[in-house]
């Protein structure tokens, strides 16, 4: 999963990035990439400046902290590198049990510096629902 | 349906010696409704279902949802497991019948507030339902259903060689008591402390599924789950080899917990199974109250031991068994694949 700075040149899949802002929960589950053919000879200009870091932050965390938590989840439940885990897997439906997602979210915790109330824990069905909920806590940091 | 079994080959050391079957149709066995006195847990090895035509009678008794859930599940096994969960929990239900015969594919389940799965009736189905309340947990090698005919229940099964990803006792300091913690670390032995950590969590689970809540309604910092025995010993030196568990929470109020009962098994020499009933509570003017268990090859009847509190309280005994739908039943109360177990 690809971060992006500007002022680089950039070797990307030529797609366009999402830049809606997201309303409440996100869907993204993948990152779309940038492709900017930028030179500091040609756009001086970009040299220095900067892309709003808010839209920066929000392209590259989503898809990042979903991928992190489906490396946690694949190392909880022992499932191989290339098995298919993405935002939409439902834990129940990868065979977690009440242990595994606790375990889970206690690796989240860990690997995100966040304390995840277990109240919280039940509205946790999806890779994509801990995503969205570790961004939250993130933010409210 | 009219079915043509072929020979069931069942491992031998496990259940009964190789069956044919020529059924004309799938016949549940009925069973009597547990007394106020007794809970039933019934359990089911996956591993010991082979008959890919059973499978497909299994997946006949479901629900469309169910069904559409099962397919959801990714990996052949925990596909089987989650429709043999399913399929226990209808069969087992239906079998309790006291007024006639009762379809498992009839049988509605819903889900209270915080997940807790349910039988659901219509109105005009009074006569023929059994006042049964249950409880189900799974691992991908265990199923187990736990019945009482009023009691709430809850059930909780892992394996006993199920490994921790995190740190034991970080994992305690997070989610359990500074008590539980201290018990744990008590325990010098890592692969005893890890045993101890499994029947802590299924002890914790059994409650918070038997109260119909589940661990983000309760969380389990919240209440205590000890030994009395254990700290019998702690003090004096003496105890005997059952193990009394008890719940208390941890502001203090002991005496709105002392109407559960635990008990916590080794099932199947491959699981800890912890097993929670509200206890029936009847005044009674007495100290004593009985037991009556099955202790592997100690089964020693009755037994008495001194009561939480002063009330009477008359424990429940615990009835195993284990089964593969349509196909059998065997009785573990008093064998070794039932033994219960010191915390």
């Known amino acids: ?141 | 349906m009219n079915l043509l079994w072929r020979t069931v080959r069942i491992p031998m050391n496990t259940f009964c010696l190789h069956r044919t079957f020529a059924a004309s149709a799938l016949h549940l066995a009925p069973v009597q409704l547990p007394s106020r006195a007794e809970s039933h847990l019934w359990y089911l090895v996956p591993d010991e279902v082979k008959s890919v035509s059973l499978l497909g009678q299994y997946s006949e008794i479901l629900s469309p949802c169910e069904n559409e859930y099962v397919a959801c599940i990714r990996g052949e096994q925990l596909k089987k497991t989650a429709l043999l969960a399913r399929v226990l929990v209808r069969t087992t239900i239906a079998r309790y019948q006291t007024d006639g015969y009762i379809d498992p594919r009839s049988l509605k389940f819903r889900k209270n507030i915080h997940g807790k799965p349910e039988l659901e009736w219509d109105n005009d189905d009074s006569g023929s339902r059994p006042p049964v309340q249950f409880n189900i947990s799974h691992t991908a090698s265990l199923i187990a259903c736990g019945v009482t005919s009023s009691s709430p229940i809850g059930v909780d099964i892992e394996k006993k060689d199920r490994k921790i990803q995190n740190n034991i006792i970080s994992f305690a300091r997070r989610y359990f008591t500074p008590n539980e913690v201290e018990r744990l670390s008590s325990i010098s032995d890592l692969n005893v402390q890890r045993q101890h950590f499994l029947k802590l969590w299924t002890l914790k689970e059994a409650y918070v599924k038997a109260l119909g809540k589940g661990i983000s309604a309760l969380p389990f910092s919240t209440f205590t789950i000890k030994s009395r025995n254990f700290e019998k010993k702690e003090l004096n030196g003496s105890g005997d080899s059952d193990p009394e568990i008890t719940v208390e929470s941890v502001d203090g109020q002991r005496s709105l917990l002392s109407n559960w009962q635990f008990t916590l098994l080794e099932l199947a020499g491959t699981h800890f199974a912890a097993v929670c009933v509200a206890r029936d509570g009847s005044m009674g003017g007495k100290n004593m109250f009985n037991f009556g268990l099955g202790y592997g090859k100690h089964f020693t009847g009755l037994k008495s031991i001194l009561t939480v509190s002063d009330k009477c309280f008359t424990p429940k005994k615990l009835t195993v068994m284990k089964t593969i739908p349509f196909v059998g039943d065997e009785s573990m109360s008093g064998t070794d694949a039932a033994i219960v177990c010191g915390f």
Do not use: H, W, Y
């Not at chain 1, 680089?8 to 589950?29: E, H, N, V, W, Y």
């Not at chain 1, 993948?30 to 892309?51: A, E, G, Q, T, V």
């Open chain 1, 1 to 141: 999963m690809a971060t992006f700075t500007v002022g680089a040149p950039i070797c990307t899949k030529p797609t366009t990035c999402s830049l809606k802002q997201a309303q409440g929960p996100s869907r993204l589950s993948s990152l779309r990439l940038i492709s900017l053919p930028i030179n500091s000879k040609n756009f001086p200009s970009l040299r220095s400046s900067k892309m709003p870091p808010r839209l920066q932050v929000f392209c590259a965390a989503k898809a990042e902290t979903v991928s992190k938590v489906c490396e946690i989840v694949k190392k909880q439940l022992a499932l191989p590198d290339d098995s298919e885990v993405t935002g939409e897997s439902k834990f129940a439906a990868l065979g977690a049990d009440s242990l595994d997602t606790v375990e889970i979210v206690m690796g989240l915790e860990e690997e995100f510096g966040i304390s995840v109330e277990e109240e919280s824990a039940q509205s946790i069905l999806t890779v994509q629902d801990a995503a969205d909920l570790i961004e939250k806590l993130i933010e409210k940091k």
